[in-house]
């Protein structure tokens, strides 16, 4: 693929690279093949601050992301992880509780932590970004009897129609993992304590 599909003549990977079958081909059979098929390899060595403990890492960034602690990913990034997706059609559960939610099919992004989570909200519009303090929940809402997995925001300080538009969202912080409540009453209750916290946090920031 590398040669013949599209005539390499030099890889970049990481130290700890692997590919091919269960992973099984490292940086050093790399160069061997670059060697005997005529092209260059140069592996990079790991990176950090020096005032940090952990190496830059993707790996690591998904952990943190999976592990439900964003800033520590954006720590490594160097911004927030974020995902873009258009706004579909959802049962408007949130509309009747108060809270309007835009929900985005997570499609082949990496599934962070479920729960609650500080975000930023930005509608792609022609004149740019226009961005917005929000609040998202990432889960399969138990309350509701819910079975898949949905990842809804709601945006603070935004009225209008966004089916169909492109939304990006940015991690900020977690807030709580998921939880199934007694009624309605005690969700949108918890719904308006995680507005006020994003907020919090949001502006903390």
């Not at 599909?5 to 992973?23: E, I, N, P, T």
Request: aromatic letters at 8%; charged letters at 25%; hydrophobic letters at 45%.
């Amino acid at each position: 693929m590398l040669v013949e599909g599209l005539g390499v003549r030099h890889v970049v990977a990481g130290y700890d690279f692997v590919f091919g079958h269960r992973r099984h081909g490292t940086t050093i059979l790399l160069a061997e093949m670059g060697r005997k098929l005529g092209f260059g390899v140069s592996v990079l060595e790991p990176v950090q601050e020096e005032a940090a403990d952990e190496i830059y890492s993707a790996t690591h960034i998904r952990e943190h992301l999976q592990h439900g602690a964003p800033r520590d990913a954006a720590a490594l990034l160097g911004r927030d992880w974020e995902i873009e997706g258009v706004v579909e059609e959802g049962d408007k559960l949130g509309r009747q509780l108060g809270y309007p939610t835009a929900n985005i099919a997570l499609g082949e992004y990496l599934r962070p932590a479920t729960g609650i989570y500080a975000v930023r909200a930005g509608i792609l519009a022609a004149d740019g970004v226009r961005w917005h303090d929000a609040v998202a929940s990432l889960g399969f809402r138990p309350t509701v009897g819910g079975t898949d997995l949905r990842f809804e925001v709601h945006l603070f300080d935004f009225a209008g129609d966004l089916y169909g538009r492109t939304l990006r969202v940015q991690f900020v912080d977690y807030l709580r993992p998921e939880a199934k409540f007694a009624d309605l009453a005690a969700l949108k209750a918890q719904i308006a304590e995680d507005c006020r916290a994003a907020q919090e946090r949001l502006e903390a920031r």
